[in-house]
């Protein structure tokens, strides 16, 4: 066997194959094509011989901006969700069987008390107070001819003309046609209301619902058929349940007293619709429930809102917070509450023999936002995650690792680095 060695000249590398003669067939070709691979086997091993490149430096630690929380006086709250009711909800029934002659009203207009809706055919109700306004003018008739049978009875009786006998006959008679009038009065009083049921008119002022009633229908056939629905929404009522606990503990830092009925003012409520920021519509509370209710431990509280625009629509759920007191409380930026599978927390900035780096603090209670705060609440032993003097991360926290060097700076100071001194101009071209 022999061993082929290949030399580059000015290169200082030497590659040595051996045992490659047996595996070389040798082929006839031109001339030029020798040359080419020589050369390309040159270039390969040469690139072969250069060293490796360093490695990278490391990256340098990531920039944070951190805070101290804000420990102040904040409105003591409960949140939950809430139904928006009309203050009144009014249906409009037929009251009368007949068919609808004119329909005065469309469903969603404005209507005010005693405005006329519906108008459902009078013809046979008039004809019927017709009726019975003979009838009771024929029964009056009868009754002035048993006052006179029964006045002479009474004399011829005095000229022992007639028994007594007549004589208690002509007043039975006259009692009963006086019963007679009675009735057909009362006759005519009932024909007179169907004659009046025949309007339909708003009894509040309010919006029309949207109604299915056309012009010639039937209504009132088998039943009080609904002709309309009028809702009075300049005033609604959110309707809520909280807890029997926190309903206790309310009461017990008010001795037991219900806002508004010991002279306090009543106690504020703020809602907000699904599609709003924060909480914009303030009520106050209304009216709460008896008692817990035993089948949800729940107690059924109602809270007042002006609506003269009309924005709080009935039957909407809405978000409510209600200011039940004063506390103080731990307020950090909002955007340092984070959040991920295992729960809520915030990133602390730690020292360390190396520097600085960032703990991460769990079982964050996150509480309601003020402004752009966010407070946060005792866990469940009753403590809060941070301290006052906790160095709390507020930029940066997507750069931010858990026990990873960082280089952090206050909050100010950032802002400050960021923006441009009073009265400098940015350099051309900037």
Request: hydrophobic share 40%; net charge neutral.
């Amino acid at each position: 066997m022999h061993a082929w060695r290949v030399v580059l000249i000015g290169i200082g590398c030497e590659y040595a194959y051996p045992n490659l003669a047996p595996a070389i067939t040798f082929r006839p070709m031109p001339r030029t094509k020798p040359v080419f691979v020589l050369l390309t086997a040159a270039l390969a091993l040469a690139a072969g011989c250069a060293k490796p490149p360093p490695p990278p430096p490391p990256p340098p630690p990531a920039e944070v901006a951190f805070v101290l929380p804000t420990v102040k006086t904040v409105d003591k709250t409960i949140e939950t969700t809430g139904l928006l009711r009309a203050e009144d909800n009014v249906q409009l029934r037929a009251r009368v069987r007949g068919f609808v002659a004119i329909k005065h009203k469309q469903g969603g207009e404005r209507v005010r008390a005693g405005d006329l809706v519906i108008t459902i055919d009078r013809r046979p109700f008039e004809a019927a107070v017709a009726s019975a306004k003979a009838e009771l003018e024929q029964r009056k008739a009868q009754l002035d001819l048993a006052e006179v049978t029964l006045k002479r009875v009474s004399e011829a009786f005095k000229a022992n003309a007639v028994s007594p006998f007549e004589v208690d006959k002509a007043k039975a008679e006259r009692d009963a046609s006086l019963a007679a009038v009675d009735l057909a009065a009362a006759g005519l009083r009932q024909a007179d209301l169907d004659l009046e049921f025949t309007e339909v008119r708003s009894p509040i002022n309010g919006r029309l619902g949207v109604n299915v009633i056309e012009q010639g229908q039937l209504v009132g056939a088998a039943d009080a058929t609904l002709l309309a629905t009028v809702v009075n929404d300049a005033v609604v009522y959110a309707t809520y349940q909280l807890n029997e606990r926190e309903v206790l503990e309310t009461r017990r830092e008010n001795q037991n007293r219900r806002p508004g009925e010991d002279g306090r003012p009543n106690l504020v409520v703020l809602a907000g619709l699904m599609n709003e920021q924060g909480y914009p519509h303030v009520g106050e509370f209304a009216r709460a429930d008896t008692g817990v209710d035993p089948d949800t431990g729940t107690v059924t509280i109602e809270a007042r809102f002006k609506n003269d625009d009309g924005t709080l629509l009935p039957g909407s759920f809405v978000r409510i917070r209600a200011l039940v007191g004063e506390e103080q409380g731990m307020l950090v930026p909002d955007i340092s509450v984070g959040a991920d599978q295992r729960g809520r927390f915030v990133y602390v900035v730690a020292k360390n023999d190396q520097g600085q780096e960032v703990t991460r603090r769990i079982d964050v209670v996150a509480g309601p936002r003020v402004g752009d705060m966010r407070r946060l609440l005792p866990g469940e032993d009753g403590k809060l995650p941070i301290s006052p003097t906790d160095r709390v991360v507020a930029s940066g926290v997507q750069r931010a690792r858990p026990e990873q060097p960082v280089k952090a700076v206050p909050e100010q100071a950032k802002d400050a680095k960021a923006q441009p001194a009073a009265g400098t101009q940015p350099a051309p071209g900037a």
